[in-house]
T-cell receptor, first 116, second 111 residues
Framework: SAVISQKPSRDICQRGTSLTIQCQVD?????MFWYRQQPGQSLTLIAT?????????ESGFVIDKFPISRPNLTFSTLTVSNMSPEDSSIYLC?????????????FGPGTRLTVT | DAKTTQPTSMDCAEGRAANLPCNHS???????VYWYRQIHSQGPQYIIH???NNETNEMASLIITEDRKSSTLILPHATLRDTAVYYC????????????FGTGTRLKVLA
């Protein structure tokens, strides 16, 4: 299993500003993912951030709004840029580990963002 | 798009078995079925996964129908701490290993 931490755990930000969320893993992993969970909703995948390649964004998410860095195998950041109240959500990172039949994703505790 | 459908909510009496259904009628032969749960304000927690055969671990049992178009997660003796949103996920077999979450089932265990 993998232990994941996120910083900050929560923040309140003003519209128009940007926030960078950090995700730290206690072991080296290739696959890392960023999700958004809007209030009362399920998780939506933002992007896949594998080390050594550019992040792959899902439909509806763009790099200018959610730039991602993946400098090494234990760390990633997600920036929420030019925030609006609609960006108020929980942002979660996860890592994938295991092979074809044993694959699992482990999730961080999330970052609760409120934009005013 | 989510590839699974689940009931929005369910109640279960404490100490009884909780049976959570999931439909995945378009599942491909090489796609695994995963179950996660999310307790309020926490990150999702892995429960169990399977391909064809029924699976059991210390948390739950997973029953997959022979045609693989549906499955049931069974919590044999539900406790109040099992109150959570339960997600059934079909793993996309495209090599990206990403999950697409559906809406999940909100399970409430009643004392």
């Amino acid at each position: 299993s993998a232990v994941i931490s996120q910083k900050p755990s929560r923040d309140i930000c003003q519209r128009g500003t940007s926030l960078t969320i950090q995700c730290q893993v206690d072991s080296q992993v290739t696959m890392m993912f960023w999700y958004r969970q809007q209030p009362g909703q399920s998780l939506t995948l933002i992007a896949t951030a594998n080390q050594g390649s550019e992040a792959t964004y899902e439909s509806g998410f763009v790099i200018d709004k959610f730039p991602i860095s993946r400098p090494n195998l234990t760390f990633s950041t997600l920036t929420v840029s030019n925030m609006s109240p609609e960006d108020s959500s929980i942002y979660l990172c996860s890592v994938g580990a295991g092979g074809r039949s044993s694959y699992e994703q482990y999730f961080g505790p999330g970052t609760r963002l409120t934009v005013t | 798009d989510a590839k699974t459908t689940q009931p929005t909510s369910m109640d279960c009496a404490e100490g009884r078995a909780a049976n959570l259904p999931c439909n995945h009628s378009t599942i491909s032969g090489n796609e695994y079925v995963y179950w996660y749960r999310q307790i309020h304000s926490q990150g999702p927690q892995y429960i169990i996964h399977g391909l064809k055969n029924n699976e059991t671990n210390e948390m739950a049992s997973l029953i997959i129908t022979e045609d693989r178009k549906s499955s049931t997660l069974i919590l044999p003796h539900a406790t109040l701490r099992d109150t959570a949103v339960y997600y059934c996920i079909v793993r996309v077999p495209s090599g990206t290993y990403k999950y697409i979450f559906g809406t999940g089932t909100r399970l409430k265990v009643l004392a």
